[in-house]
């Protein structure tokens, strides 16, 4: 019998997928939205794929915000936007 692959629900699109196939974005202790390559940082986390249309989705729809009971700034989403874009760049 296999291991069981952790799974998590990407905010944008909604679809269950391997955790390592997805990117964690998380709220920080000061309150700021931003990614978690790793995996590992403190602070309530959400999971998106590494599509900048899943973050279109997640953005528009505010599912990030309300992921992670808070605002998504404009440049919050920038930096994310940039995040995701080298992660496809470097894929």
Request: charge should be positive; glycine fraction near 16%; proline fraction near 5%.
């Amino acid at each position: 019998m296999g291991r069981r692959v952790p799974e998590r629900t990407c905010v944008g699109c909604r679809a269950a997928s391997p955790r390592s196939s997805l990117v964690r974005i998380v709220r920080g202790a000061a309150g700021t939205v931003e990614p978690d390559p790793d995996a590992i940082a403190g602070g309530r986390g959400a999971y998106l794929h590494r599509s900048a249309s899943c973050l279109d989705r997640a953005l528009g729809h505010g599912a990030i915000g309300r992921a992670l009971r808070t605002s998504v700034g404009p440049e919050e989403a920038r930096k994310l936007r940039g995040f995701i874009e080298g992660v496809q760049g470097n894929a």
